[in-house]
Each structure stands twice: as structure tokens, then as C-alpha cells.
């Protein structure tokens, strides 16, 4: 991927490698179909017109000579940068990975490790800047701990690869407005989208919590901002594996909401997903339950509210909200907490 000019970068500046509403359609593309007529001439004639010549993606970085020598111990054919890859994203794995975990555990662990370790380069947002030459590679990832888009995608894809996790990396359509590029992952059977790069935020600060609002996703929620080639990938028609579901808890009460969150913040997570063990929430989905007025006195909705109204106001630094998602049928509480914007001092 080439530097953007300077409009195109301060539009990127608010949504990772690029996110343009224009061609984030949620609409599937329309395929035409070619109409003949018969001729009396010897030469045929379509009664379709010709279409523009589309562009092409430049290739991405091919890191299937490292996930293949780590697989098979062998790094003869590899050169000294590869090499140094290898090297590094094995001792990566071997700190964070461990043989009793599921791949669902093992993926959301390289998830977690490089939005905490990588930063969006952010030297490709100012023209004027001098860009890093390896943003688009393992190499700089992981060396220099900046990356664009194709250097997350390009990066996760390998770890998946060296974990043996069925992926493949999803790009924007070649006369798409803007370019991006990210994962999907096959889990039992399911496929499921990751955005690393939208996870990660922009600009970054040090010991930010980790979010997790694409990880593991599926169509619908990725067609509210991202646009694909559909018939060129495989369906995410499922959520089982999305962190929301699968990282749900149950609490006892309501008065167990301050302990979820402060338990959230000490892990470094942004977000949470859980359940009032013996009570039914409303399937009300995307209901936001705070910030909110109030619900009706004695309601469940009610205590989380007041209960999360309580933990904010002792700790004012962190925004704060809660909505009830529906995931396959169930209602669950979405909760996000993350610092406020640290005042930085002009000298």
C-alpha cells in the first residue's frame, strides 16, 4: 500500500488504515449479467457495454516461507529479516501461548499481545513525514512496533498460521475509495472476521485498555463499516466465538458490577460481557443501560444502572456505558469502560 496524499490521511486519521463511508456500504455488490442478442454479422456483439479496466491490489507481503519453517524446523531458505522474524515470533508465542489453551484462547492471546505491543504508524497520516519502510511487514511490526493495516493483517495471518488456525486475510475491492485490509480466523467449523488495526486506537497511548469490539465477528456486524468482495469469502454466520459471547460471565447481582469492572480495568480490558444470574433481561438490543435516566423501580436494568452510576462517580477518569446486545437469542450487558483523554501540558 502506497502513502495516502495528505486530504486522504486526515480522513484516516479517526478510523485505523481507512475507513470511508462512501464505500463502507453495508449492501451487497450488485453482480450484472451479460445479455446476448442474436447477429447477422460474422463478428458477435455484446449488447453490454465495456466495462472500465478495474485496478488492482498491490500483493501483500507473503509470509508463508516463515509460518512454513517454524512449522517444520527448517530456516534453510529463509533470508536474514525472515529469519529475524521467525526468531522473534517464536519467542512471542512462547510467552504468551501455551499448549492447554483452545485456539478461540490462543488467537485472542496474539489479538491482546499486538494492540498492547503495535501502534498504527502514525508517520503514514502526515505527508510530510518520513514513513517506516517495513509498516506493511511482519519485520516492522514486530521490530519497530509500528504498522498500517497490511503490516496487522499480515502479522496476525502469520501467527494464526504458525499456530496452525485456518485464516485469510479480507481486503477492500480494488476501486474502492481507500484501501484496508484485515483477518478472518476458522474456529469449529466457523468462520469469523478480526479488524486488529480497529481494535487498536488512534493515536495510542501507553497502557491503554485493550478493546475487542472486532474480534471474532460476523457479517452483519462487519458490513455497518466495512466493505468486501462477498462471493470472494467465506460467510461469518455465526457468533459463538465473538468475545462477546464467549468471554460472557455471570454475576450474582447487580451489586457485583463495581467488582466486573474493576476486575476488567486490572486485567487491561476495555470491555466485558455478562449476565444477572436468575434474572431475565429485556431483548432489547443495542438498549443502552448507562448512561441512561432510569427504568422502572425495581427492575434489573434499574440496579445495573444505579449500581454503574455509583462505580463512576468514584472513578470519574473513565468514561463509561452499557447496552444489552442480543446474541443468539440471549440478551447480555455490553460494558465498556476506558481513561479519559490525559491533559498533556503545551511545553
Request: aromatic share 8%; glycine share 6%.
Amino acid at each position: 500500500m502506497k502513502r495516502f496524499f495528505l486530504a486522504a490521511a486526515a480522513l484516516m486519521l479517526f478510523s485505523g488504515c481507512s475507513e470511508n463511508a462512501a464505500s463502507s456500504s453495508s449492501s451487497q455488490p450488485v453482480r450484472s449479467t451479460a445479455v446476448t442478442t442474436t447477429q447477422t454479422s460474422a463478428e458477435p456483439v455484446s449488447s453490454v457495454p465495456d466495462e472500465p479496466e478495474r485496478p488492482e491490489l498491490e500483493p501483500l507481503y507473503d509470509t508463508s516461507p516463515i509460518s512454513q519453517a517454524y512449522l517444520t524446523g527448517d530456516a534453510s531458505g529463509l533470508d536474514d529479516k525472515q529469519k529475524a522474524v521467525l526468531e522473534k515470533a517464536s519467542q512471542v508465542l512462547s510467552e504468551i501461548v501455551t499448549d492447554d489453551m483452545t485456539d478461540y484462547e490462543k488467537e485472542l492471546a496474539v489479538h491482546d499481545w499486538m494492540i498492547r505491543n503495535v501502534t498504527y504508524d502514525k508517520n503514514t497520516l502526515n505527508a510530510l513525514a518520513e514513513e517506516n519502510e517495513d509498516n506493511q511487514t511482519p519485520y516492522g511490526t514486530l521490530f519497530n512496533g509500528e504498522a498500517i493495516c497490511s503490516g496487522y493483517s499480515t502479522t496476525f495471518g502469520m501467527f494464526m498460521d504458525m499456530l496452525g488456525i485456518p485464516n485469510q486475510i479480507v481486503r477492500k475491492p480494488p476501486d474502492a475509495e481507500s484501501e484496508h485490509a484485515w483477518n478472518m480466523v476458522e474456529l469449529d467449523g466457523h468462520w469469523y472476521f478480526v479488524d486488529v488495526t480497529w481494535d487498536d486506537p488512534t493515536p495510542d497511548e501507553e497502557g491503554r485498555p485493550v478493546k475487542h469490539e472486532y474480534f471474532n465477528v460476523d457479517d452483519g456486524k462487519m458490513q455497518k463499516d466495512h466493505v468486501w468482495e462477498y462471493d470472494k469469502v467465506p460467510a461469518a454466520d455465526c457468533f459463538d466465538k465473538s468475545f462477546f459471547a464467549a468471554s460472557c460471565t455471570t454475576i450474582g447481582g447487580a451489586g457485583d458490577v463495581g467488582a466486573l469492572l474493576d476486575g476488567m480495568i486490572a486485567a487491561g480490558n476495555a470491555d466485558a460481557t455478562f449476565v444477572v444470574e436468575g434474572e431475565q433481561l429485556l431483548r432489547n438490543d443495542n438498549m443502552t443501560i448507562f448512561p441512561a435516566v432510569h427504568f422502572e423501580e425495581g427492575s434489573i436494568e434499574e440496579g445495573l444502572r444505579a449500581a454503574i452510576s455509583e462505580w463512576k462517580e468514584a472513578n470519574d477518569d473513565c468514561n463509561v456505558n452499557a447496552k444489552i446486545v442480543v446474541i443468539n437469542d440471549e440478551p447480555m450487558v455490553f460494558i465498556k469502560a476506558t481513561p479519559k483523554a490525559q491533559k498533556k501540558n503545551k511545553d
